[in-house]
C-alpha cells in the first residue's frame, strides 16, 4: 500500500519536472518576454484585426488602412522605433487595379431574337480591354482542339467559343487541373474574341468559378505593384461565360452544348460549328486607378554596438480579400489575422523583457500578400536594413487554427515548417533545438519538400526575402474548410495553440538575435 501511494505520487510529479526541465532550458535573461505571450492577448489583438469595422482588410482599401493604423498604434506604444518613410511606422508605395466595368455587356441577336446578359451574372473577367466586338460565332471544342487550314481561315472576325481547357484534362477534377482549366485560353489567329465555356457539373462550373473569383478577390479587378512602365491593356477579350449564354448561341444549330461536348470528346476529329443566322456583340471596357498602400514596420535595436547592425525580421502579411463585389465580408482571423497579431505578441514580448538581445529585430507587418506577395517585394526591392545585414526572416501566416489532415488526428500540437533547412541548415537546426528546448511541438515538414505540389514555399512573403538570399522559415497550420471563405472568424481560432507557436518563434529569434556569428548558408554545389 505504501508503494502504491509513493509510486502514484511519483507519477503526479512527472509532469512538473519536465515542465521544469522545459523551464530551466530558457535562457533567463529572456523568460519575461517569453512568458508574456499569451492567449489573452492574442485574442485581444485579433477582436480588432478580425472585426467587421476593419472590412476584411483588403489592400489600399478603408479597411486595410485602418487596421495599418492600429498596428502602428501597438508599435508606438511598445515604443518601437518608426523606421518608415518620414519617421512613421508606414512604408508607402503605389498599386494599379484595373477591372471589368460593370457596365460591360454581351448582347446575343439570333434570327431575330436579342437577349443581354451582364458581367457578373452571366459571364466573368478578372481583366478585359476597351473594345466592341460584333461577330457570328463559331464553336471549335477544347483549347488543343485542331483545325483544318480551311475552318482555321473562316475565323477572322467570329466570336469563339471553346470548351476549358485541354481535351486530355476534360474529366480531371483535382484542384490543381481545375485552376488550369478555368484560366484556359486559346488564341486563333483573327478571331475577335474567346468565350471559355466551362462545365455543367463539378468543380469547374460557372457557379464555383465565381465564388472562386469571390474568395480571392479577383471579381474586383486584378491588382499590381506600380512601377516606371504603363499598365499594359489587356489584348485579347477573353470571357468565361455561362452554359445559358453559350446555349442561346447554339439554340438555332438544332444541337444541344451537352451533344457538342460529347462529339468534341469523342476519338473522331472535331468539326467546328459555324453559326451564321445571327451575331454575339460584346462591348466592354476596362477601368484603371492608382492608390497607395503600406507595409507597417517598428524596430527594436540591439543592445551590442558592434551587432545592432544587423537584424531578425519578423513577418506576418496583414491584408486579406476584404469585401466581395456582392457584399459578402471576408474576417480573415486565420488568414493572416493570425500572424499579424502574433507579431503584435513577439514585438510586445521582446519589448517588455527587460535584457534585449544583441541585434536588432524589425516587426513588420506586410501588405498586399493576397495579391501577389507586393509588401514584402516592395520591401525587399526597397530595403530599410540592407539585407546583407538581415539575419533571418521568420514569417507567420495562417497559425490559429489546424488543417483537416490534423483535425483528423485530433492532433492541435503541431506546425507546419517550410523552408527553414534550404538556405541555412544551421537554422533548421537552432529551430529544432528550441522547439525541444521550449514547447515541443510537432515540426512537420511534409510541405518543405521541393515537389511539393501545393508549392507552399514560394506563396507567402518569406519567398522574397529567400529569393534574395536571406534564410527563412514559414510557419504554416495547413488549409482548412475556411480558407479564403467568408467563415474565417476569430471564433475559431486555438489561441492556446497560437500562444505556443509564439513563444517557440520568439525564442528562436532570441537565439539568432544573440548568436556569435552570422548563421552558416549551405553550400550551392555547381
Excluded at 503541431?414 to 514547447?439: F, Q, R, W
Excluded at 467563415?487 to 509564439?502: E, H, P, Q, S, V
Amino acid at each position: 500500500m505504501f508503494k502504491g501511494v509513493c509510486m502514484r505520487h511519483y507519477l503526479i510529479l512527472i509532469p512538473f519536472f519536465i515542465s521544469l526541465l522545459q523551464a530551466q532550458s530558457i535562457d533567463p535573461k529572456s523568460k519575461i518576454g517569453y512568458d508574456s505571450i499569451t492567449p489573452n492577448d492574442l485574442q485581444s489583438y485579433l477582436n480588432v484585426i478580425a472585426s467587421d469595422s476593419l472590412q476584411g482588410r483588403e489592400t489600399s482599401y478603408p479597411g486595410q488602412k485602418k487596421a495599418a493604423e492600429y498596428i502602428a498604434g501597438i508599435f508606438k506604444s511598445l515604443h518601437l522605433q518608426p523606421i518608415g518613410d518620414q519617421g512613421t511606422y508606414f512604408q508607402h508605395f503605389d498599386v494599379e487595379i484595373s477591372r471589368v466595368d460593370p457596365g460591360t455587356k454581351i448582347t446575343t441577336e439570333m434570327n431575330g431574337s436579342k437577349e443581354t446578359f451582364l458581367w457578373g451574372t452571366d459571364f466573368i473577367s478578372e481583366g478585359t480591354k476597351d473594345t466592341v466586338v460584333t461577330g457570328p460565332a463559331v464553336f471549335v471544342g477544347f483549347t488543343d482542339t485542331d483545325l483544318d487550314s480551311t475552318a482555321k481561315a473562316k475565323l477572322a472576325g467570329r466570336v469563339v467559343f471553346v470548351f476549358i481547357g485541354k481535351k486530355s484534362f476534360a474529366n480531371d477534377t483535382s484542384k490543381s487541373a481545375t485552376m488550369r482549366r478555368l484560366y484556359a485560353i486559346r488564341r486563333d489567329a483573327g478571331a475577335a474574341a474567346a468565350l471559355m465555356i466551362p462545365d455543367e457539373q463539378g468543380p469547374a462550373t460557372f457557379q464555383k468559378a465565381l465564388e472562386m473569383m469571390q474568395n480571392l478577390g479577383t471579381d474586383k479587378g486584378t491588382m499590381r505593384m506600380k512601377d516606371s512602365t504603363a499598365f499594359a491593356q489587356q489584348q485579347y477579350v477573353r470571357f468565361l461565360v455561362s452554359p445559358k449564354l453559350a446555349e442561346t448561341v447554339l439554340r438555332t444549330s438544332g444541337k444541344s452544348l451537352k451533344q457538342l461536348k460529347a462529339e468534341a470528346l469523342s476519338d473522331q476529329p472535331f468539326s467546328p460549328l459555324f453559326i451564321d443566322d445571327g451575331t454575339v456583340t460584346i462591348v466592354s471596357k476596362a477601368l484603371h486607378e492608382t492608390k497607395q498602400t503600406e507595409n507597417v514596420l517598428g524596430l527594436l535595436p540591439g543592445s551590442d554596438p558592434e551587432l545592432q547592425s544587423q537584424v531578425v525580421v519578423f513577418t506576418a502579411h496583414y491584408d486579406h480579400l476584404g469585401i466581395s463585389r456582392t457584399g459578402i465580408l471576408y474576417p480573415g482571423a486565420d488568414d493572416n489575422g493570425s500572424g499579424t497579431v502574433s507579431i503584435l505578441a513577439l514585438a510586445k514580448a521582446f519589448s517588455s523583457n527587460p535584457v534585449k538581445p544583441k541585434r536588432s529585430l524589425l516587426f513588420m507587418t506586410v501588405v498586399g500578400e493576397e495579391k501577389g506577395l507586393y509588401g514584402s517585394k516592395y520591401y525587399t526591392n526597397n530595403p530599410i536594413i540592407p539585407l546583407n545585414k538581415t539575419v533571418a526572416d521568420l514569417n507567420m501566416d495562417m497559425v490559429g487554427r489546424i488543417d483537416t489532415t490534423h483535425e483528423a488526428l485530433k492532433d492541435t500540437n503541431y506546425i507546419y515548417v517550410i523552408g527553414s533547412d534550404k538556405i541555412s541548415v544551421e537554422l533548421d537546426s537552432l529551430l529544432k533545438v528550441a522547439n525541444y528546448e521550449t514547447e515541443r511541438l510537432g515540426l512537420d515538414y511534409r510541405y518543405n519538400d521541393d515537389r511539393d505540389p501545393e508549392r507552399f514555399y514560394y506563396r507567402s512573403d518569406h519567398y522574397n526575402f529567400a529569393k534574395n538570399g536571406v534564410p527563412i522559415i514559414f510557419f504554416f497550420d495547413g488549409v482548412h474548410h475556411d480558407y479564403h471563405q467568408p467563415t474565417d472568424t476569430a471564433d475559431k481560432i486555438l489561441f492556446g495553440r497560437m500562444a505556443k507557436i509564439g513563444r517557440l518563434v520568439y525564442d528562436l529569434g532570441w537565439r539568432l538575435a544573440n548568436l556569435n556569428g552570422p548563421l552558416t548558408k549551405n553550400i550551392v554545389q555547381p
